[in-house]
């Protein structure tokens, strides 16, 4: 496993998210408002249907700080999939060209995902300060889940981008799993609807525990989410080792299949 | 102390071909794994040496060493495997068998252009490109003036790529490549962009980093080209080595193996094959005032064609022209079905050609394409007629502006 090549490689990592993002807000009119547009307006829908008419249990916090705190991370994961999972065959053109650690292109699309991350998450700020919410020290705990989060679109894309290389249907599977997946998640729900017996179960959906993350470190509310955690955690380090070695398997032919 | 760079080991690389179904789609293989559940976990069979009719070899069992500071010129026929050697060494796809062993930063051109993108300026991509081709940012932006002037974009330079013409495009993207310093540089038949001029200080600068003591794999199909840069040779023919020599004598090997040595074939589209001149023997002694007959062979591809026309044109050995045929004047249309040898005849009458060598170009077209344009081909000798006893009085007196030809087609 040659992490060491791929440290040596994190210049062009950078260039890789560097395209990405330029290339990205380059030609587009709404530009980095999408990146606000798509988190606000679902969770506009939710706050109505699933809060204010299914009065759905929010343990205390106003709707949209319920809904916003959880499709922050949601709308990263979703978008940083489908990058993670085209990116291999999308770039074939490179691929077959020049040799740098394919590793490279998975990170750099789950990376280049941050960046509309960082613009929601200011939304996110300003809502805060709007329903006059303080968040506790648990925020100093809130680096440990963005980075859950980022290893969990990892783990996960790193399975679907060489699967994609191999079977060129999946990245069609993506979003319908993605949609499936998130009713899966403590999305529109908090995690206490889920019996206390099976609640382990659940948490090995690794978003379970980061989403519970997410909303108990942004809003200090209710306990820390340990047993979610637990199993979050422990599957998303089996995600991503399993995913390392599945995609180096793959790497090595990828350049005559793709 | 061993100064070799690259070692390759009984590499070897076996390609499906064929009727392979292009790509797999997760519900094909679901639905077999349904229908067939023992079928997901049987172990393949043993593959046949040679391989079978789904599989080639591109590569066969090649073994060499290359010194540091070698610059070693890689040629052979379409298909010899060049390419997918470089692709093996350059870490792009791994050998079925058999290993490479490589010390040293190398740097691949495979390519010109990899990595740039449309939509973003000149100045962007160079970074782009230079990054992923392995240079750090540091020395990009070092080496960023250079590179502009190099291309002679500096006007444009911050201007979207997508607006550049293709000869701007391909000289920004062969600026990058050539300021590329590694200590192994692997080149695949790159130096074919751009106009004459900017060929010759591709080549000037290629030539540099050979000088600099760099190691340098240089695939060409341009035997001047090879030559010019490269001190020893290696020729490949279906996926073995031939030859591990000396540059002059490997490309002499080379000449050596083609049907119609020294041809050279500009544009071949795969649906005609040129095979040589079969009365080449007869022409190797004309005089000026014969008439010349010249019998070329072809084989058409595996689908027929229609109105063809085909155009002639005598070069002497400096390269001039001295006749030239069309089929169109003639009106002489020919049309052949699929998989068929014919001999298509040329003949001129009389032409009085001065004594020399003579090469003949051929392009056939139809209509609306070209087909296929080789040139070079080694047509015939004129010997001088003595004049008053004295051989060569009257030579380079003769010409004649538009012999009669004709041209007629002959199934085989």
């Known amino acids: ?258 | 102390m061993s100064d070799i760079v690259i070692r390759a080991e009984s590499l070897s690389k076996r390609y499906e071909i064929g009727e392979r179904q292009n790509y797999l789609a997760l519900r094909d293989v679901i639905a077999r794994a349904m229908s067939a559940p023992a079928r997901l976990f049987q172990a393949r069979k043993p593959q046949s040496p040679n391989g079978d009719a789904t599989h080639i070899w591109a590569l066969k069992d090649v073994s060499f060493e290359i010194h540091q500071g070698e610059v070693v010129g890689i040629i052979g026929r379409n298909g010899a495997g060049k390419s997918t050697l470089l692709k093996i060494l350059a870490r792009i796809t791994k050998p079925t068998t058999g290993y490479a062993d490589v010390q040293g930063r190398m740097g691949t051109l495979l390519e010109v252009g990899t990595g740039f993108h449309g939509e973003l300026t000149g100045r962007e991509n160079v970074f782009l490109s230079g990054a992923i081709l392995g240079m750090s940012k540091a020395e990009i932006l070092r080496k960023f003036d250079e590179i502009v002037a190099f291309a002679e974009v500096e006007k444009f330079i911050d201007t979207p790529l997508k607006h550049y013409s293709t000869g701007m495009q391909m000289r920004l993207a062969f600026a990058v490549a050539a300021h590329l310093e590694p200590e192994i540089l692997l080149v695949d038949e790159v130096l074919a962009v751009g106009d004459i001029q900017f060929q010759k200080k591709c080549l000037g600068k290629m030539g540099n980093v050979a000088k600099q003591g760099r190691t340098i794999l240089f695939v060409s199909h341009n035997l001047q080209h090879a030559q010019a840069i490269c001190r020893s040779g290696m020729l490949l023919h279906a996926g073995k080595v031939v030859r591990r020599a000396e540059i002059s004598e490997v490309v002499r090997d080379y000449l050596a193996q083609s049907p119609y040595s020294g041809a050279n074939q500009r544009v071949d589209n795969g649906v005609l094959a040129f095979e040589g001149i079969s009365n080449r023997a007869q022409l190797g002694r004309v005089a000026p005032h014969d008439d010349l007959e010249f019998r070329l062979k072809f084989c058409s591809g595996k689908a027929p064609l229609d109105n063809l026309m085909i155009d002639f044109a005598l070069h002497n050995d400096r390269n001039e022209f001295v006749v030239h045929s069309k089929s169109r004047l003639l009106d002489f249309r020919f049309s052949v079905p699929a998989l068929q040898e014919f001999e298509i005849i040329y003949e001129v009458k009389s032409p009085r050609l001065a004594p020399g060598k003579y090469t003949l170009t051929v392009y056939v077209h139809d209509g609306r394409e070209a087909l296929l344009w080789v040139d070079n081909i080694d047509a015939c000798v004129v010997n001088a007629k003595p004049h008053f006893g004295v051989p060569g009085l009257f030579d380079g007196v003769y010409s004649s502006l538009l012999p009669e030809f004709s041209i007629r087609a002959e199934v085989a």
């Not at chain 1, 200011?122 to 648990?138: D, E, N, S, Y």
């Not at chain 1, 659940?202 to 200090?220: D, K």
């Not at chain 1, 306990?223 to 955690?233: D, F, G, I, R, V």
Request: charged share 10%; glycine share 6%.
């Open chain 1, 1 to 258: 496993m040659n992490l060491r090549e791929v440290w040596a490689a994190r210049e062009l990592l950078y260039f890789f998210v560097w395209r990405d993002i330029k290339v990205r807000y380059k030609q587009t009119a709404i530009g980095a408002a999408w990146a606000v547009i798509q988190p606000f307006m679902t969770m506009v829908v939710f706050s109505l249907f699933f809060g204010k008419l299914a009065k759905m249990d929010s343990h205390g916090l106003p709707y949209p700080i319920f809904y916003y705190s959880a499709l922050l991370p949601w709308m990263y994961f979703s978008g940083a999939l489908q990058q993670a999972t085209s990116v291999v065959v999308d770039q074939q053109h490179v691929i077959t060209k020049v040799y740098f650690p394919r590793l490279v292109l998975p990170l750099a699309a789950v990376t280049s995902g941050l960046l509309d991350f960082a613009i929601s998450f200011l939304v996110f700020v300003g809502m805060m300060a709007w329903f006059r919410i303080k968040p506790g020290p648990a925020l100093l705990l809130f680096p440990f889940f963005l980075l859950l989060a980022v290893l969990t679109a990892l783990g996960v894309g790193l399975w679907l981008s060489s699967l994609n290389a191999i079977y060129r249907d999946v990245r069609y599977v993506v979003p319908f799993l993605v949609q499936f997946w998130m009713f899966a998640s403590p999305v529109a729900y908090p995690s206490s609807l889920v019996p206390e017996h099976w609640r382990w179960l659940y948490g090995l959906n690794p978003m379970a525990g980061v989403i519970e993350g997410f909303r108990w470190s942004l809003t200090g509310n209710g306990q820390p989410p340990t047993l979610l955690l637990a199993a979050s955690s422990a599957a998303v380090l089996l995600l991503v080792i399993g995913g390392m070695f599945f995609f180096q398997r793959m790497e090595g032919t990828i350049a005559d299949v793709v």
